[in-house]
């Protein structure tokens, strides 16, 4: 597995996240993905599509910046800095964010295992 295809993977995740496009986000999440939230709360692949597809997650606006990746083996590891706003189920979303990403290979997919995400301003 090669950095540039784990770089190449993000960019078409953030897209997907900032268009709400369900049908590139079912491709990339693993069936069995845990997302931990900044509150604590652990979502599925499920329940992370549902927001999307229900409406009730919308995003403005997302910036990615400070970006890392440690390829190992079939799996990369990517934390990633990304400044965001947007609202929830109505409610304001807007801060800046450390995510860790957990990426897999899987033939000629690459899907993300296991994620979280913490505030930082």
């Not at 440690?70 to 609202?87: E, F, M, R």
């Not at 109505?90 to 979280?116: D, M």
Request: hydrophobic share 45%; charged share 25%; glycine share 4%.
């Amino acid at each position: 597995m090669e950095k540039a295809a784990i770089v190449t993977a993000e960019i078409e995740l953030l897209t997907a996240i900032k268009t709400a496009d369900v049908e590139v986000l079912d491709k990339m999440l693993h069936q069995d993905l845990l997302f931990n939230m900044p509150d604590g709360q652990t979502i599925t692949k499920e329940f992370d599509l549902q927001s999307y597809r229900s409406g009730k997650m919308k995003i403005d606006s997302l910036e990615a910046f400070d970006q890392v990746i440690n390829v190992i083996d079939d799996s990369a590891v990517v934390a990633v800095t990304i400044s965001l706003k947007g609202t929830y189920d109505q409610n304001p979303i807007k801060g800046v964010f450390r995510y860790i990403r957990i990426w897999k290979q899987f033939n000629e997919n690459l899907k993300v295992i296991a994620g979280s995400c913490t505030q930082l301003a």
